[in-house]
């Protein structure tokens, strides 16, 4: 059974930085694309950034240049580094390891991040 759980959610000020991390389990990490997904309540969910197998990124224009995401296939951990957060960024944020357009696609609780000051 795929299990996935973000964690390293917060309150942080407009500019701030965080990072999240996301445990997975139940398929073979190395071999997946991995993603991150986040949604504001009462919207759809809002494709972030995902990362191949070797580690090749791609970002939405609204978080590229300042989110990083990156994996560790040893630890079957997915991350992405959060800098110079807006309030816009407010949304609980997922991993998920199906392809963005997937429906009903699977994540784990989500972790809620709030930018505000």
């Known amino acids: 059974e795929v299990q996935l759980v973000e964690s390293g959610g917060g309150l942080v000020q407009p500019g701030g930085s965080l990072r999240l991390s996301c445990t997975t389990s139940?398929?073979?990490?190395?071999?997946?694309?991995m993603r991150w997904v986040r949604q504001v309540p009462g919207n759809g969910l809002e494709w972030v950034s995902s990362?191949?197998?070797?580690?090749?990124?791609t970002y939405a224009e609204v978080v590229k240049g300042r989110f990083t995401i990156s994996r560790d296939n040893a630890k079957s951990m997915l991350y992405l580094q959060m800098n110079n957060l807006k309030p816009e960024d407010t949304a609980v944020y997922y991993c998920?390891?199906?392809?963005?357009?997937?429906?009903?696609?699977?994540r784990g609780r989500g972790t809620q991040v709030t930018v505000s000051s």
């Open positions: 998920t390891l199906d392809p963005f357009t997937t429906r009903n696609l699977r």
């Open positions: 139940g398929f073979i990490f190395s071999d997946a694309i």
């Open positions: 990362i191949s197998e070797d580690g090749s990124a």
